[in-house]
């Protein structure tokens, strides 16, 4: 059994080459995720008045902070920590910590900016992932965690616990999100490190996408990424307003909303 646990958390030595983008297990965790987000929507009004309904937040942020700790342990014990690569400045791992304050405080008026990020974050990589599939290997609980989660949590503080979302929000985040880029990209600047991947796009996504090296400023193309999965999360709420006729992330009668 410890043979099996060093192995399920320390070995990556066969994951190198185990891409699987767009495999089996690739397809099967996007479906299982469109899943989820459909039954949040579809039984809303059940969760909605499900008397645990708050303490989820709590859950997930711990959930999530445990997840980031097993996740940075592991490289202290393997004695691989890198700051060079192993800080929280990607993207979903900013998002994930911002979005654990927002769980933790309940506020309202951080989620209308955070909310957007945990779709402009997780749904690139989740699409076309970096970290191969392995149901043996923790590395792949972690990804699905920290992306897929992540994404359907936010969901959930939108569809169950009505938190608003306004039209002005989606300026809000691409602002504020930019903020947040900008210093990474100084900080890569200085020293040398490729944190958001502004310096250089994943190798796999090249592939993919060739004409990406036709203009090889990799700045230009993450923030029109950014800006269109930015929209996208919109839509979401725009759904949810023509389900509750109009009232979506209204809190119930009765809550405040800080």
Not at 30 to 57: C, D, P, Q
Not at 152 to 181: A, H, K, M, P, Q
Not at 184 to 198: D, E, H, K, L, S
Not at 245 to 258: D, H, L, M, N, Y
Request: aromatic content about 20%; glycine content about 8%; charged content about 15%.
């Amino acid at each position: 059994m410890s043979q099996w646990l060093t192995a399920f958390f320390m070995d990556e030595s066969e994951m190198a080459n185990e891409l699987n983008l767009f495999g089996w297990q690739h397809i099967l965790l996007l479906l299982v995720t469109g899943a989820a987000a459909f039954f949040l929507f579809y039984h809303r009004e059940a969760l909605r008045r499900w008397k645990n309904r708050e303490s989820i937040r709590y859950w997930m942020a711990g959930a999530f902070l445990l997840n980031m700790l097993i996740f940075y342990g592991v490289f202290v014990v393997k004695g691989i920590y890198d700051w060079r690569i192993h800080l929280p400045l990607h993207f979903c791992f900013i998002s994930g910590f911002l979005f654990m304050a927002v769980l933790v405080t309940g506020s309202r008026r951080w989620f209308g900016v955070v909310y957007f990020f945990t779709w402009a974050g997780p749904l690139p990589a989740m699409l076309w992932p970096n970290t191969p599939t392995r149901f043996d290997r923790y590395l792949s609980y972690q990804f699905f965690i920290s992306h897929h989660l992540l994404l359907l949590t936010g969901l959930y503080c939108l569809v169950v616990l009505g938190y608003r979302i306004e039209r002005r929000d989606i300026l809000r985040g691409f602002l504020y999100g930019n903020s947040i880029f900008a210093v990474v990209f100084a900080f890569n600047y200085v020293f040398g490190t490729n944190y958001i991947m502004t310096g250089e796009l994943p190798a796999h996504v090249v592939r993919m996408f060739p004409f990406l090296q036709w203009f090889n400023h990799p700045v230009v193309w993450l923030e029109l990424c950014a800006l269109a999965v930015i929209l996208l999360a919109y839509l979401p709420v725009l759904l949810l307003r023509r389900l509750d006729g109009g009232s979506a992330g209204r809190p119930e009668e009765g809550t405040a909303a800080p």
